[in-house]
């Protein structure tokens, strides 16, 4: 079954509904550094830095490295929201700090990347998250799917609010996914719960080529 992180939340009631059904936290690591007792993945920071219209801060992502990494089931590589080619490279930057403090590490593909970029650092401790615009993100999870099957590493989607988008995970075969919706709203969780738990008949069947065509524009 896919596993589902929700953003982090303080809501007793929407913690209650999560922790029930199973579901993890994505912390984000510029914001409160709690887990809630939740197992948890760390986010870098940078998507909630540009959603607020601030800098990404490369500070606050250290300290939350070293007081949460250890445990985490992975961390996002540092990424530049609509980057591109930039962002890969501060992610590959990146890579040895983060692995140092957490057991696995995530790197952000974003419009613009292919699986020839990406493949050659994946790896038992590397995998991929897949970020984007949503048009990019909805084309091209297939193809990250595919690849991450067959460097046998982890693929997480994120952004994904809607059963739709859970169906597009399973069918892609991909590893996990996360969402705010759940975080924001508790009454949103049986839908999306009861689209987790529905198995596709062929898995990762929509991962045909790692060379599908591509819509480059939008952001992460």
Not at 14 to 30: I, K
Request: glycine share 12%; charged share 15%.
């Amino acid at each position: 079954m896919l596993i589902a992180y929700a953003s982090r939340t303080g809501t007793r009631r929407n913690l209650d509904v999560l922790r029930h059904a199973g579901w993890r936290l994505l912390v984000s690591a510029g914001g409160g550094l709690r887990t809630e007792g939740f197992r948890y993945a760390l986010d870098n920071g940078a998507w909630s830095a540009y959603t607020q219209g601030r800098p990404w801060d490369a500070r606050a992502f250290t300290r939350g490295l070293r007081v949460l990494g250890k445990a985490a089931d992975w961390t996002v590589l540092p990424d530049v929201v609509a980057g591109g080619h930039a962002s890969f490279a501060l992610s590959l930057r990146w890579m040895r700090t983060v692995l140092n403090e957490s057991p696995y590490a995530l790197l952000a593909v974003q419009d613009g990347l292919t699986c020839d970029d990406v493949a050659p650092f994946l790896g038992t401790r590397v995998g991929i998250f897949v970020g984007g615009s949503t048009t990019w993100k909805l084309a091209t999870t297939p193809q990250w799917g595919q690849l991450g099957r067959k460097h046998g590493c982890l693929v997480h989607v994120g952004r994904v609010n809607s059963a739709r988008r859970i169906r597009l995970c399973h069918l892609a075969g991909v590893t996990s996914f996360d969402g705010s919706s759940v975080s924001r709203y508790a009454t949103t969780l049986p839908l999306l719960e009861h689209a987790r738990q529905q198995l596709p008949l062929f898995p990762g069947g929509l991962s045909d080529a790692c060379h599908l065509p591509m819509d480059h524009s939008g952001h992460h």
